[in-house]
């Protein structure tokens, strides 16, 4: 079972959580319980950080910052004591979590399960901090933002969990954001491909890389919510929503979703470069620079060459490296050999997630149509076995998502 921060914040909320984490052990279920530090409490540790040196060594920057979990596993443990539990927190060195040394951004490498497996059979609730793990040479690691999920994902590989509950402010999975779109409805099933998609194209419910930990290690994951009455019926009996492989899903025998859900994501931003030359190796002395500065290219259009053998290239970035990008840019300039670069800030991407598109004709199709009968103008396509995604005007964001949520026939009666 994975808490996250908004279910860890303050006494009243880990009492609540105690007594989720309880009912499960008294069904029957031996438990081992993840949890994130109290919500807002990891912003402050790393302003803490930046104050104390603002070019921080990130092997300290990760001694503070792991701080966080290591205070809520241990309120959790002594919660569930006091309502007459065993439980015990195992710290990231304890198991130990081995990572490697990639401080503030570790890939877990392996966790000991050995004696945690021993203490859960006999009858011991573990409590293990997310987030933090320890490198061979015995430094404290975190795992970067959002890193709990994966800890969690990998705990329940660890010790062959039948299943990973991660407990959110959300109740599920649903085809698109109920602030959005009222009629959106809570999806019972979605594959790991689908979460995968979804998780990298905007919807925040679980952080890519627990959704790609849990497939390659064939983890069945399932969304819940923690924000539930006391005497309310368990998370068992009210499921949330169960992430599985897509041969599991085939053998439910269930009728397929064409699309599974439509997510929104504004932090993009486009690039256009003017009359690139229409050479061999002119995309590479553009995308090169932007890789060696970590920077992710999303979608990229080339047009086709016009008569001087010149072609304009369009392209996406994250918002937030839009002007470290431009810089790169206009010092590549002579190199590259373009005219002119134009900026846009104010786009977001629109995407239509669901296996059902590899069977059937026409998603894309239906998606421009929609789009074209409200007059929102489409700026770039990319295509993938699962997706459909289109750049469009930020300003058209919710109205985009309506359109396809009634399009596609998902708006719940």
Not at 306 to 316: A, H, L, P, S, Y
Not at 374 to 402: F, H, P, W, Y
Request: glycine share 8%; charged share 25%.
């Amino acid at each position: 079972m994975k808490f996250g921060g908004t279910s860890m914040a303050g006494s009243d909320r880990i009492r609540r959580v105690a007594n989720i984490v309880r009912r499960q052990q008294a069904a029957g279920h031996e438990v081992a319980v993840v949890v994130s530090a109290m919500a807002g409490e990891t912003d402050r540790l790393v302003n803490f950080c930046r104050e104390a040196n603002p070019l921080y060594d990130p092997a300290e920057y990760d001694v503070v910052v792991a701080s966080g979990e290591q205070v809520t596993s241990g309120l959790l443990a002594m919660t569930l004591q006091a309502l007459g539990c065993q439980a015990r927190s195992w710290l990231g060195w304890q198991l130990p979590v081995r990572t490697d040394d990639a401080h503030a951004k570790a890939r877990i490498e392996g966790i000991d399960s050995e004696a945690l497996l021993a203490s859960m059979a006999a009858g011991e609730i573990a409590v293990i901090p997310g987030f933090q793990g320890l490198t061979e040479g015995g430094r404290v690691t975190t795992l970067g933002r959002g890193g709990s999920d994966t800890s969690a994902v990998a705990v329940a590989a660890a010790i062959g969990a039948d299943r990973c509950d991660i407990y959110t402010d959300v109740d599920g999975v649903y085809t698109t954001d109920p602030r959005i779109v009222a009629k959106a409805r809570k999806l019972k099933f979605v594959t790991y491909e689908e979460m995968l998609e979804l998780a990298s194209v905007g919807s925040k419910v679980l952080q890519t890389r627990s959704v790609s930990l849990a497939m390659k290690e064939g983890v069945r994951v399932q969304v819940l919510s923690s924000f539930i009455d006391d005497d309310a019926t368990p998370a068992d009996e009210i499921p949330g929503t169960m992430i599985v492989s897509d041969e599991e899903l085939e053998g439910l025998d269930m009728e397929r979703q064409l699309i599974t859900g439509i997510a929104a994501d504004k932090n993009e931003a486009k690039i256009i470069l003017t009359r690139v030359p229409d050479r061999p190796g002119a995309v590479a002395t553009i995308f090169g620079p932007l890789a060696a500065a970590n920077i992710n290219v999303d979608m990229i259009i080339q047009n086709v060459g016009r008569d001087k053998g010149e072609t304009d290239v369009t392209f996406t970035v994250p918002s937030s490296d839009l002007l470290r990008a431009q810089t790169l840019l206009e010092a590549q300039k002579q190199a590259i050999g373009y005219n002119r670069i134009i900026t846009d800030g104010k786009v977001a991407k629109i995407s239509v997630v669901g296996v059902g598109m590899k069977s059937h004709a026409g998603v894309a199709a239906t998606m421009f149509r929609a789009m074209a009968d409200r007059g929102i103008n489409i700026q770039a396509i990319s295509t993938s076995e699962i997706k459909v995604s289109v750049l469009i005007d930020e300003d058209e964001t919710e109205l985009a998502v309506r359109v396809l949520h009634t399009a596609y026939g998902m708006d719940a009666e």
